[in-house]
């Protein structure tokens, strides 16, 4: 069960560290009910209890207001004990004349968006309900010895797709704008207009393109896969005697021998 709580609250800090950019060191916005909770039930201290909450590498910053402090001190001696550890805490600034209630002060800190990015500790169920509806505000409460922190509403889901799809997607204005843009550096508006959109926002962003994959076709056959060629062997001293005897020979011719007068009668006389 405790591996099933500790993953849900990773998943829902992941959640807003993407999507709307929380970053360590964390900060937490406590009010009083809160303060009042961690000292009824021992849990302390309370940033190494908020530290394993989150899964942080590095403590978080706890804070408070001065519109907080007051109230806590306006509920008297049940809440002594609250108030003195409240003015131990770090104090953000908030633009009130006059002290608000704790639950107007924490909804004016936090705004439409939460630009500080707190992290909202409260045992008030009416500011829970409040703070779900304003997107990227995650809330932390306290069940007994415990802490949890809400997953994400359907309000804070959509919103967060919604930005991520304007991410993605571009505006009108601002394609307008890179059409000017593309048009001042690459030429007349007719070129504008026959060049494709693509190349338009290449270009007005500076984006060079990306160069065609071109594919290595063979130039010949694969010199692994073919024989090697046999070197021609020289004929030998003695073949190459033998054949010029022969040609010799070939060219030789027989001569017939002529005989003389004397041979003649010689051989006549023989007879």
Do not use: W
């Not at 942080?56 to 804070?63: E, K, N, V």
């Not at 907080?68 to 009130?96: M, P, W, Y």
């Not at 011719?253 to 010689?266: A, E, F, H, P, T």
Request: proline share 4%; charged share 30%; glycine share 4%.
């Amino acid at each position: 069960m405790r591996v099933k709580k500790r993953a849900k609250n990773r998943k829902a800090v992941k959640f807003y560290s993407t999507c709307f950019g929380f970053r360590e060191p964390y900060k937490v916005l406590i009010d009083g009910t809160f303060v009042h909770h961690l000292l009824t039930n021992r849990l302390l201290p309370a940033d190494d209890a908020l530290r394993d909450l989150l899964s942080a590498s590095r403590t978080p910053s706890l804070f408070t207001s001065k519109c907080i402090v007051a109230e806590l001190r306006r509920l008297g001696k049940s809440h002594a004990e609250s108030f003195d550890n409240a003015q131990l805490l770090a104090t953000t600034k908030c633009e009130h004349g006059k002290v608000v209630s704790a639950v107007n002060c924490v909804l004016s800190l936090i705004g439409d968006k939460n630009p500080e990015h707190f992290f909202v500790a409260t045992q008030d169920a009416d500011l829970r309900e409040k703070l779900r509806e304003i997107p990227g505000v995650p809330v932390i409460y306290g069940l007994k010895n415990s802490l949890f922190i809400e997953q994400p509403s359907v309000q804070q889901r959509k919103f967060a797709q919604l930005d991520e799809e304007k991410r993605l997607n571009m505006d009108i204005s601002e394609y307008k704008k890179l059409m000017k843009a593309a048009a001042t550096e690459n030429g007349s508006d007719r070129e504008q207009h026959e060049r494709p959109i693509s190349s338009l926002v290449k270009s007005a962003l500076g984006v060079a393109d990306k160069s065609k994959f071109k594919r290595n076709r063979a130039k010949g056959p694969n010199p692994l896969s073919c024989k090697k060629k046999k070197p021609k062997s020289q004929p030998s001293a003695i073949q190459n005697q033998g054949s010029m005897a022969d040609g010799e020979a070939k060219r030789k011719r027989v001569r017939k021998r002529k005989r003389s007068q004397k041979d003649n009668k010689q051989a006549e006389m023989a007879s």
